[in-house]
């Protein structure tokens, strides 16, 4: 059982409790592979997907995820509620609370927005990514993927291309695979992948060619101009011409290397559309991963709450 309210960060979640996720996951991907997909572990309960970012892949995985398991959800989405009023974020979730939900999904743009949330309410808080910190349930299925393919990563090359310095996604990815004894390159230009990083224990190139070689994964990361205050590389062509990954780079490879990214993607500029579309892609697989890996977190969760309807 995972001893925690909160799933809010990968950082400090032991490589024990990681395990149990994954080896939940795999059971619920088992599933809802198969032709009946629910398994109603959360009926009667209520999971509130609160968004202040936009999402695709992860609030749509959640819902799944959380109706699979029988739950109720509702979405709030940050432009259609009293939050364009001005209300604070624990306002909000005590409003939600009093409702008598059991579950609050947030993504947020500050960074430690969940972790604020998480202490002021009882219900359990999962944290769908907040602002360059962390992006929990995606670095676990980033794991889980990699697992699926590779079994034993201790000592696998896993290189992570692109926006390090704006990404939660890279830093739950190296939280979660130092855990496991992968050995992570970070590549991009240097005013995207900062060399503090090196405290976290892994490898800085500058160079993509050089970087990728003898590699067992590449996890391709989106520029995020969104994130960024100032011009941190010259202009999108030249952004292309050196870091963007391509079938021809790839070619010389191990053809077992294995191609992920965590979506959106955006096509010729971070990677090549057909790479993207090869069979060494994952990229589509990450997406089925993410709703068994929510979905063992939410039941997991609930464990602990004692508010879990069926054990697995
Ligand atoms: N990977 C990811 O977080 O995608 P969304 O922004 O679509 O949720």
Redesign the pocket.
């Known amino acids: 059982m995972l001893e925690q309210k909160d799933l809010l960060e990968l950082e400090n979640l032991s490589k024990e409790n990681i395990e149990l996720i994954l080896d939940t996951a795999q059971k619920f991907k088992k599933l809802f592979t198969k032709s009946v997909k629910k398994f109603p572990a959360l009926k009667g309960k209520t999971i509130v997907n609160l968004f202040y970012e936009?999402?695709?892949?992860?609030?749509n995985s959640f819902e799944l995820a959380a109706k699979r398991l029988g739950a109720d959800v509702i979405n709030i989405v940050s432009n259609t509620s009293s939050i364009m009023k001005g209300e604070s974020l624990i306002d909000t979730g005590k409003t939600l609370e009093a409702m008598k939900v059991d579950f609050i999904i947030i993504r947020h743009s500050i960074s430690g927005a969940p972790n604020l949330l998480a202490k002021n309410i009882s219900a359990s808080v999962i944290n769908a990514?907040d602002g360059f910190h962390e992006?929990p349930t995606?670095g676990l299925l980033d794991l889980f993927t990699i697992k699926d393919k590779i079994k034993d990563i201790k000592g696998k090359k896993i290189v992570i291309v692109g926006d390090i310095a704006h990404s939660r996604?890279a830093k739950s990815n190296i939280f979660a695979l130092k855990k496991f004894g992968a050995n992570i390159t970070l590549v991009g230009p240097s005013t995207l992948v900062p060399e503090s990083f090196k405290t976290l224990g892994v490898e800085i190139d500058y160079d993509l060619k050089n970087a990728i070689k003898n590699a067992d994964v590449i996890n391709i990361l989106r520029i995020q101009l969104e994130r960024q205050t100032k011009n941190l590389f010259p202009s999108i062509s030249e952004y292309v011409k050196f870091y963007k990954v391509t079938e021809d780079l790839v070619s010389s490879l191990d053809s077992n290397v294995i191609i992920m990214h965590?979506?959106?993607m955006n096509r010729e500029i971070e990677i090549s559309s057909h790479l993207a579309d090869t069979k060494k892609s994952v990229i589509l697989e990450q997406v089925t991963n993410g709703i068994a890996i929510r979905m063992a977190v939410l039941y997991l969760l609930s464990l602990f709450k004692n508010i879990s309807k069926v054990s697995l």
């Open positions: 936009p999402s695709t892949r992860t609030r990514g992006h995606q996604v965590p979506g959106p």
